[in-house]
């Protein structure tokens, strides 16, 4: 039955993005209490844009490309921390960001976007 098929999708795609959210909220609690750290409206902004950035760097809809796009980030974030540039750690993603776009906008794993 494909519309119970498309309905049961939509269903899970609903869940797994309040699951996203709410996973989103509750870690920066977790994380900044114990630290003392006081909590704001931003709190968790920079985990979740920098996890946007790994989806975007392995390519959108591709999960084990996500992963991957995950692990180039953590290396390049530590390679800049390793070089003594620490103070530029979060600009990272957005720099890689930016480069992928650029270069490759469907990612390293995803499909190749057709030019207008």
């Known amino acids: 039955d494909r519309f ?3 309905a049961a999708q939509r269903r899970m795609t609903l869940g797994l993005q309040v699951l996203g959210a709410t ?3 509750v870690v920066p609690v977790e994380v900044d209490l114990p630290l003392g750290t006081p909590l704001t409206t931003f709190a968790g902004l920079l985990p979740g844009v920098k996890a946007f950035v790994a989806a ?3 390519g ?3 999960i084990p490309g996500a992963v991957v796009g995950g692990f180039i980030m953590g290396i390049a974030e530590n390679l800049v921390v390793w070089g003594g540039l620490g103070g530029y ?3 990272v993603a957005f720099v890689i960001l930016i480069i992928i776009l650029l270069l490759r906008p469907g990612g390293l794993f995803g499909s190749p976007v ?3």
């Open 4 to 6: 119970g098929a498309a």
């Open 23 to 25: 996973v989103l909220r």
């Open 56 to 58: 975007v760097l392995g």
């Open 60 to 62: 959108i809809g591709n």
């Open 89 to 91: 750690k979060d600009a």
């Open 114 to 116: 057709d030019k207008v």
